[in-house]
């Protein structure tokens, strides 16, 4: 498969323009992927594996919700990803995001993804030569109707600005650059969602994390994306006798998901109801299963 992939793919660059690659891969998405799957989740079901962290005790609404997951259920966010080029939607996370977020699509919240999506080879957990920097923002700027979306990178030559959305420079590794984001005015406030989609190791995920949770907003869902499985073990162990303890009100509920969809997910909640930023938290999220 590769071999063939390393034939064909300088062909297909040479002859189609990346807008008609997007739309190629669009089509071969949704009629192998897509379609079989919405078919299959109409009489099969496969829920997540999820973990939860809680220093409080008590049962955790995240870990509930995100337990009811079809992971074979596929959903407007998937194709709305799928079709700007992210790769949320190949890794099932669209799934997950969908139901955790679905009451939250008209707020007028903060968000801020790290990790834009170069398509730039020299750069570490790039998306490849058709890869859309950007895309996952546009998609969340579709999604959420009335949010401000934020984004940051380490490949200052994707960095953009458009409606709604704005990006920063940011190299995840460098504690000095990641405050320099939060001391943005934009962001100064903090942000409802956070969404970790950068280099992906573990020193790179714990160092933006001890940066960044603090500037998690009150009900606001924290999460990382893309933990390699040689990791699970020592994320537990960071969650059960460092993060739960440190912040024992909060919710981490780690999700191990099929082998094929090659990656983990942490997701941490902040409870409702800490007032520490200005402006109204993000409340009602999870009122259903309350
Ligand atoms: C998998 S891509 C992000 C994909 C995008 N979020 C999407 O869904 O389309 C990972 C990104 O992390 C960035 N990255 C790599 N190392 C980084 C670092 N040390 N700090 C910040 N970003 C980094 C890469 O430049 C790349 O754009």
Redesign the pocket.
Known sequence: MKFLKRLVYPLVRRTLSPRAVQVLRFRSWYFFSYLPRLLTSRFATRKPQVRGFRGAGGPSLLVEKLQEINMLAPTEMCRV?AR?????ALHSYTRLYSALFKDWFDRPLRML??????N?PA?????GAF???????R?WRDLFHQASVY?????RG?LFQEDRIKTFY?????KS?IRSIWSQPALRDGADII?E????TFE?NVS?LEESLDHLRPGGIYVV??IGWEDIERWYERLETVYSKQYPTHEFAFVVLAKHDDGNMLFIRRPEGEAVFSGPPVTGAFREAE
């Open positions: 990803m700007y080029g992210s790769d949320k993804e790290l990790g834009l999506g170069t730039n750069v570490l957990s790039n998306m890869g859309a920097p950007g895309a996952s923002l998609g984004g940051a990178d380490i490949d994707i940011c190299d995840q590794l460098d650059s969404i989609d950068g280099l992906h790179a933006f994306e893309d």
